[in-house]
């Protein structure tokens, strides 16, 4: 084993990747790789990609293309592609650009000390399996030592549910929920390193079902870890939000109020093209239980305009639907046809209408935003302060509601939770002074 080689790791896409990304670096720390963060004096560079929309995954072989210098300049350089592009589009990565060395499955991660073998000496290697075994417990653990204040875990992994648009299905492959006690051990050595905040991640999270309870039990079992103090979960289906979790919003102190949930279109006709398996009513009734239980929710959602079929009405009953539930922040996107999906096989609308719905879209959005934005001017939140701002002397952190939050505040804040008050909003984040 040869020490010190230098491993650059770039992430696109979900949250889910980033924590992908990391557990990745420790398994390579095993062969000796220690992170750097640009890729001129790389030995490996590895793209953890997405796929969920063809722009993300076209970007990857621009990327790859950027790299053709410093391979030229370093025979040895080795070049992985991970992610849902690996597990999607497999050894065709390698025949489209020759230089990929190495393409990795999401759930093949725990394979790469072999396959990082395989390729010094000169071979290629491609890995993407869905193996029986848990890649979490094969993995190695995570480093110990002082983290930032919040952390990612994923609990639970795939998804089953087939959304006529979505890729996710087939590059993560079937809803997998990781055992609760690994889990709690997981928070638990986080939280002994410094964090303070966890996000439990998965496809479908709260499908989660490794906890009796499902995942409001497992949130109930971390609620009572000493020095954890704010838990969050992404990404959430309405399906699956149970009554003890919509309870738990209102019960559990350390459930940060914030939630999101993706409802993707304000159509019956289009959520059943969708195979959605819930009407825009169902939704809104939903979110009013939510909000029942947790008024204050900081409420964010995802939305898909120019699904194929989506006439005037339908995009109509969408920016109805928004109206009705007032988002304090969302995501939206124009459809994106995936190959291999069922929506892939039907007529496509016009670019134009699909530019021009987005537009009316993200401009009610915006508004819904720069309002609740707004409101939160003289209240007082309780701020996690994660980093230094770019200015001296000021800090930047998150609200209960994950509002972004800068604030003048001593060094020694960062990692602790302080009551600041709002001074001013901006679109995207809050200025405000510590309450003393
Ligand atoms: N599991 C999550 C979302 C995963 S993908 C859920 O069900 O909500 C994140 C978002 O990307 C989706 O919510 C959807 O809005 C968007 N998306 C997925 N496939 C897409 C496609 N083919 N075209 C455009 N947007 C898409
Ligand atoms: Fe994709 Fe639908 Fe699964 Fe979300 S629930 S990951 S949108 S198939
Ligand atoms: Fe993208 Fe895969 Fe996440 S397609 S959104 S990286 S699950």
């Given at each position: 084993?040869?020490?010190?080689?230098?491993?650059?790791?770039?992430?696109?896409?979900?949250?889910?990747?980033?924590?992908?990304?990391?557990?990745?670096?420790?398994?390579?720390?095993g062969?000796?790789?220690?992170?750097?963060?640009?890729?001129?004096?790389?030995?490996?560079?590895?793209?953890?990609?997405?796929?969920?929309?063809?722009?993300?995954?076209?970007?990857?072989?621009?990327?790859?293309?950027?790299?053709?210098?410093?391979k030229?300049?370093?025979?040895?350089?080795?070049?992985?592609?991970?992610?849902?592009?690996?597990?999607?589009?497999?050894?065709?990565?390698?025949?489209?650009?020759?230089?990929?060395?190495?393409?990795?499955?999401?759930?093949?991660?725990?394979?790469?000390?072999?396959?990082?073998?395989?390729?010094?000496?000169?071979?290629?290697?491609?890995?993407?399996?869905?193996?029986?075994?848990?890649?979490?417990?094969?993995?190695?653990?995570?480093?110990?030592?002082?983290?930032?204040?919040?952390?990612?875990?994923?609990?639970?992994?795939?998804?089953?549910?087939?959304?006529?648009?979505?890729?996710?299905?087939?590059?993560?492959?079937?809803?997998?929920?990781?055992?609760?006690?690994?889990?709690?051990?997981?928070?638990?050595?986080?939280?002994?390193?410094?964090?303070?905040?966890?996000?439990?991640?998965?496809?479908?999270?709260?499908?989660?079902?490794?906890?009796?309870g499902?995942?409001?039990?497992?949130?109930?079992?971390?609620?009572?870890?000493?020095?954890?103090?704010?838990?969050?979960?992404?990404?959430?289906?309405?399906?699956?939000?149970?009554?003890?979790?919509?309870?738990?919003?209102?019960?559990?102190?350390?459930?940060?109020?914030?939630?999101?949930?993706?409802?993707?279109?304000?159509?019956?006709?289009?959520?059943?093209?969708?195979?959605?398996?819930?009407?825009?009513?169902?939704?809104?009734?939903?979110?009013?239980?939510?909000?029942?239980?947790?008024?204050?929710?900081?409420?964010?959602?995802?939305?898909?305009?120019?699904?194929?079929?989506e006439?005037?009405?339908?995009?109509?009953?969408t920016?109805?639907?928004?109206?009705?539930?007032?988002?304090g922040?969302?995501?939206s996107?124009?459809?994106?046809?995936?190959?291999?999906?069922?929506?892939?096989?039907?007529?496509?609308?016009?670019?134009?209408?699909?530019?021009?719905?987005?537009?009316?879209?993200?401009?009610?959005?915006?508004?819904?935003?720069?309002?609740?934005?707004?409101?939160?001017?003289?209240?007082?939140?309780?701020?996690?302060?994660?980093?230094?701002?770019?200015?001296?002397?000021?800090?930047?952190?998150?609200?209960?509601?994950?509002?972004?939050?800068?604030?003048?505040?001593?060094?020694?804040?960062?990692?602790d939770?302080?009551?600041?008050?709002?001074?001013?909003?901006?679109?995207?984040?809050?200025?405000g002074?510590?309450?003393?």
């Open positions: 084993m040869s020490a010190d080689k230098k491993l650059f790791i770039k992430t696109y896409g979900c949250q889910m990747n980033v924590y992908d990304s990391e557990r990745m670096a420790e398994v390579l720390g062969k000796g790789y220690t992170q750097t963060d640009t890729p001129d004096d790389a030995d490996m560079i590895l793209l953890n990609t997405c796929h969920i929309r063809e722009k993300a995954a076209e970007k990857i072989y621009s990327e790859l293309g950027r790299f053709k210098g410093l030229a300049a370093n025979p040895d350089l080795k070049i992985g592609v991970a992610g849902c592009v690996a597990q999607a589009e497999g050894e065709e990565i390698i025949k489209r650009q020759p230089m990929v060395d190495l393409v990795v499955g999401p759930q093949s991660y725990h394979r790469l000390p072999a396959m990082d073998d395989a390729i010094q000496t000169g071979a290629k290697a491609l890995d993407i399996d869905f193996p029986e075994d848990d890649k979490f417990e094969t993995l190695k653990k995570r480093k110990k030592g002082k983290r930032a204040p919040t952390a990612f875990l994923t609990v639970q992994e795939g998804c089953d549910k087939f959304c006529a648009f979505c890729v996710v299905p087939y590059t993560r492959g079937a809803e997998v929920s990781r055992p609760s006690d690994r889990v709690i051990n997981e928070a638990r050595e986080l939280v002994e390193s410094g964090v303070r905040e966890i996000t439990l991640l998965g496809q479908n999270v709260n499908a989660y079902n490794g906890h009796e499902g995942l409001a039990g497992l949130i109930w079992a971390l609620d009572k870890i000493d020095g954890l103090d704010r838990i969050r979960f992404t990404t959430s289906h309405p399906n699956d939000m149970d009554d003890v979790l919509i309870e738990a919003h209102g019960t559990c102190d350390k459930l940060m109020p914030y939630l999101h949930l993706p409802v993707q279109s304000g159509s019956d006709r289009i959520l059943q093209a969708m195979n959605r398996k819930h009407t825009a009513e169902e939704y809104v009734r939903l979110i009013e239980r939510i909000r029942d239980a947790r008024p204050d929710l900081l409420l964010s959602g995802d939305f898909i305009v120019g699904f194929p079929g006439t005037d009405q339908d995009f109509e009953d920016m109805e639907l928004i109206r009705t539930v007032n988002y922040q969302a995501y996107f124009k459809y994106s046809t995936r190959p291999g999906t069922p929506a892939a096989e039907k007529p496509q609308l016009p670019e134009d209408v699909m530019s021009e719905r987005l537009q009316a879209l993200q401009a009610l959005l915006k508004s819904q935003q720069i309002a609740a934005q707004d409101s939160m001017v003289g209240r007082t939140v309780k701020v996690l302060f994660e980093k230094k701002g770019r200015e001296d002397g000021q800090l930047i952190g998150k609200s209960e509601y994950l509002h972004a939050i800068y604030a003048d505040a001593p060094e020694d804040a960062l990692g939770i302080r009551d600041v008050y709002v001074a001013e909003a901006g679109p995207n984040s809050l200025a002074r510590l309450v003393a």
